[in-house]
């Protein structure tokens, strides 16, 4: 069963004053909501923690369980603040399972300037070797209709064989500033070269993922944090790299 769709993210102190769950108040026409982010304290408690969630929903239909699409974290949810408490009790009672809540925040990265992309990347080991350059830019992605990422080949020829086009385009989120994925960036592939017998899919996606990281600083990555609003997530600057 789906969580609702207007939730604000805050934190909330327990009756011990210990901060431990990441909370959302969601509001339906019908109903208040609350959910929370929790995980066990010990990673040997998991399998307790799990048969505990499982019980609890089908026991109790307003009870529900699910996973954070974004971390994979465990939410648990159910008829405001006092309800999860009893059941936040009940998994130390009768499991003796202490459950915290840690939420990772989904940060995003996206970049504010053109950036140009080109890297030959050739490396020899005794065998077959590897040869592929890639050349394009990257810039960010202005538009409205809500597309986060926008791949073009602007290839004339074979400078770069077809059918490794694809590659490249799955290669072009594979970096990061800090690790998180890459939002409203759009990467123009333009030109490129491939060596007679020394190039495959492999050459080419590592060709694109050291030209990305060399031009990255030079486009002026910022990180973006997210902000809840009613019905949507969205994501606002939270610092810019030097």
């Known amino acids: 069963m789906p969580f609702p769709a207007l939730c604000f993210h805050r934190p909330f102190r327990n009756r011990r004053g210990i901060l431990q769950h990441h909370t959302l ?18 990673k040997d408690s998991g399998e307790q923690f799990s048969k505990a969630l499982n019980r609890f929903q089908r026991e109790d239909p307003t009870f529900r369980v699910g996973l954070d699409p974004g971390n994979g974290q465990t939410i648990i949810s159910g008829m405001g603040e006092t309800h999860l408490d009893i059941y936040d009790e009940r998994i130390v ?9 840690k939420p990772r925040v989904n940060f995003r990265e996206t970049v504010t300037q053109h950036a140009d992309l080109d890297y030959l990347h050739k490396k020899q080991s005794g065998g077959r070797g590897q040869y592929g350059r890639v050349i394009g830019y990257i810039e960010p992605l202005l538009t409205e209709s809500g597309t986060k990422f926008e791949f073009e080949s602007m290839l004339v020829g ?17 970096c990061a500033l800090i690790g998180h994925p890459v939002e409203n960036l759009r990467v123009v592939l333009t030109d490129g070269a491939a060596h007679v017998v020394n190039f495959s899919e492999l050459a080419f996606k590592m060709a694109y993922v050291y030209a990305f990281r060399q031009c990255y600083t030079a486009s002026r990555p910022v990180i973006l944090e997210p902000v809840i609003k009613p019905g949507q997530m969205l994501f606002q600057r939270l610092n810019l790299m030097p």
């Open 25 to 42: 108040t969601c509001k339906s026409k019908s109903q208040q909501y609350r959910a929370v982010i929790v995980q066990p304290v010990s």
């Open 158 to 174: 074979q400078a770069v064989p077809s059918n490794f086009v694809p590659a490249i385009e799955k290669a072009a989120n594979s």
């Open 93 to 101: 009672r009768e499991y003796k399972v202490d459950a915290v809540g």
